[in-house]
């Protein structure tokens, strides 16, 4: 990776954006190499988080090696796995003035629920910079410990609703994004418009639509009916059950809560979810509408 600073270690690049600016200019040919990578994108507040770590429980069911990346200033993608808000990248990064041979890997990867591996990469404070810095630096961290050559499967978990080059930068990653979306105008006008972020990072990389996947929703017409129209294919659905909601307030993935008929039907989808990404989805080629269209399309007499 290149960057430009005006500090002394090259990190920053804060000419454009004043003082404080974090910006980075990604190398292309940094790539995961050694894993089957997922990039989980969606509105805000649709329960990317949820989906992303209960379907790395579920890559873990299936025996394999999985890490989970929080690309959330929040960096709450991963305290149901871990139970607690872990340190983020960027936070240990600072305790060592950026000097990332300083780290050992226990400062910035936990281990949570079944084995699975957890980074939070954090993200620059607020309205000082761009989040494709982080993501690239936790992906150059990665790296440099090897920690990516015994991983099967990497998830990011990225922030609602933002597709600017910042953090549409994990797709730079993936193999495969999934789009998490409810049966509604909001989700799915959301939804039509990472389609077009992820197809533009298509032409420059190799990452391409995996599939959509429904949740918090009883029923999935809408979603079904704007699938048909540009190209998209639902993978999974997860109905919006109080069990649900009570594992992010209990800290626990939906694999650790008390068992009922409900909850088990919703991990047997889960577990269909990870060995069907596991075995290969078709790749998509949607063509996502304008966003007069869509209003039009998805409007209602």
Sequence with gaps: MSYRTTRPAPLYDAHRDGEGSVQVHLDPATKIETAKVFAVYGKGGIGKSTTSSNLSVAFSKLGKRVLQIGCDPKHDSTFTLTKRLVPTVIDVLESVEFHSEELRVEDFVYEGYNGVMCVEAGGPPAGTGCGGYVVGQTVKLLKEHHLLEDTDVVIFDVLGDVVCGGFASPLQHADRALIVTANDFDSIFAMNRIVSAIQAKAKNYDVRVGGVIANRSAGT?????????????????????????????????????????????????????????????????????????IFDFLGFD
Aim: glycine letters at 2%; zero cysteines.
């Design 221 to 293: 017409d809408e979603i079904d009916r704007f699938n048909a129209h540009v190209g998209l294919e639902r993978l999974a659905h997860f109905p919006d059950l109080d069990a649900i909601r009570r594992s992010r307030l209990k800290k626990s993935t939906l694999f650790e809560m008390e068992p009922s008929p409900e909850l088990e039907a919703v991990q047997r989808e889960y577990q269909q979810l990870a060995a069907k990404l596991w075995n290969g989805v078709e790749v998509l080629s949607p063509k996502p509408m304008k966003d007069r269209e």
